[in-house]
């Protein structure tokens, strides 16, 4: 199986930061990359596929970047509502496997 | 609107078995693949197994293999998790996931997913 693996598992920042997260897949996966948002208490929500296309419905201020094996979400303008934890997957397999996710946590 | 409502999940004990459901509402059911994926407490995602539009595709990880089976109904909007052999490790919350190819047809996402039933392994 692909195994994804997320950098950092958990930061620190503040509202109007700039936040980047890392996935790194095992194997090359070209760019069948999807990133999720999750809040407590709630079901995912998908931000970003395919590397780098938003999601119908998505604010801006996210964005994904990558290819091969290693791959980026950037959050612009944290809002409060961003607070969250966020997964990547990979779609390259039918064994759709996830990051172990990033907690992003208010400073 | 798209709806997946999820039942089925309770506690039971290690080694004995428990059915999942989801009810599709709000969109062509056969004109996706769905997928389980679960949760378990305090701990990130992990996919358990996939279907396609008309079982013809089905996987599963490996923790899962050979004691869960995936299986849908087309008719009835229903999608289903058997899960026998039970283990501690199994106790978490499980989420069907619409499964939907992008316009291109080669990008696989999960953009529609359900509450989650809560199933708890445990004697």
């Known amino acids: 199986d692909i195994q994804m693996t997320q950098s950092p598992s958990s930061l620190s920042a503040s509202v109007g930061d700039r936040v980047t997260i890392t996935c790194r897949a095992s194997q090359t996966i070209s760019t069948y990359l999807n990133w999720y948002q999750q809040k407590p208490g709630k079901a995912p929500k998908l931000l970003i596929y395919?590397?780098?296309s938003l999601q119908s419905g998505v604010p801006s201020r996210f964005s994904g970047s990558g290819s091969g094996t290693d791959f980026t979400l950037t959050i612009n303008t944290l809002q409060p509502e961003d607070f969250a934890t966020y997964y990547c997957q990979q779609s390259y397999r039918t064994r759709r496997t996830f990051g172990q996710g990033t907690k992003l946590e208010i400073k | 609107e798209v709806q997946l409502v999820e039942s089925g999940g309770g506690l039971v004990q290690p080694g004995r078995s428990l059915r999942l459901s989801c009810a599709a509402s709000?969109?062509?059911?056969?004109?996706?693949?769905m997928d389980w994926v679960r949760q378990a407490p305090g701990k990130g995602l992990e996919w358990v197994s996939g279907i396609s539009w008309n079982s013809g595709n089905i996987d599963y990880a490996d923790s899962v293999k050979g004691r869960f089976t995936i299986s849908r109904d087309n008719a009835k909007n229903f999608l289903y998790l058997e899960m026998n052999s039970l283990r501690a490790e199994d106790t978490a919350l499980y989420y069907c996931?619409?499964?939907?190819?992008?316009?291109?047809?080669?990008?696989?996402?999960?953009?529609?997913w359900g509450q989650g039933t809560l199933v708890i392994v445990s004697s």
């Open positions: 395919a590397a780098s």
């Open positions: 709000g969109f062509t059911f056969d004109d996706y693949g």
């Open positions: 996931a619409r499964g939907s190819f992008d316009s291109s047809g080669f990008y696989y996402t999960f953009d529609s």
